[in-house]
């Protein structure tokens, strides 16, 4: 791409400087034009006025925390809790603020890349190691 601009613009031959490196013409005017744009600005997010409190969100967690939900989802955390006539945020929240503090995690056993070795034959017969 750089190769077709020096040379394009050295040469005022674009057609063919982009047909010999196999490059559309739309592909190189498009790059073109997007390095020399200004980029885009980007306003940071507004806190949404709905949202919790830093002490809240500490309740949440120190709730999360307890010893009687230690081992159980937030979903079943929500419900027991809503059983007991008690609300204090959605089941996705509770998700946000168990990940603002590492506390979540995949808890499936994945097999681990390059796990057990099996015998397995090379193409003269003789055994030889093989990885799964």
């Known amino acids: 791409m750089d190769t077709v601009a020096a040379t394009a613009h050295e040469t005022g031959v674009i057609a063919a400087a982009c047909a010999a490196v196999g490059l559309s013409r739309a592909t ?3 790059r073109q034009a997007a390095v020399k744009r200004p980029p885009a600005l980007t306003n940071p997010r ?18 999360l925390r307890e010893n009687r939900f230690v081992d159980q989802a937030p979903a079943e955390i929500y419900a027991t809790l809503l059983d007991e006539g008690i609300y204090h945020c959605s089941i996705r929240t509770m998700y946000r603020i168990l990940h603002e503090n590492d506390e979540v995690r995949e808890r499936r056993q994945h097999p681990r890349q390059g796990g057990r070795v099996t015998g397995a034959r090379d193409l003269d ?8």
Request: proline letters at 7%; hydrophobic letters at 40%.
């Open 28 to 30: 190189f005017h498009r």
């Open 46 to 63: 507004p806190k949404p006025a709905r949202a919790l409190a830093t002490n809240e969100r500490q309740g949440v967690l120190d709730l």
């Open 125 to 132: 017969g003789r055994l030889c190691a093989a990885r799964l």
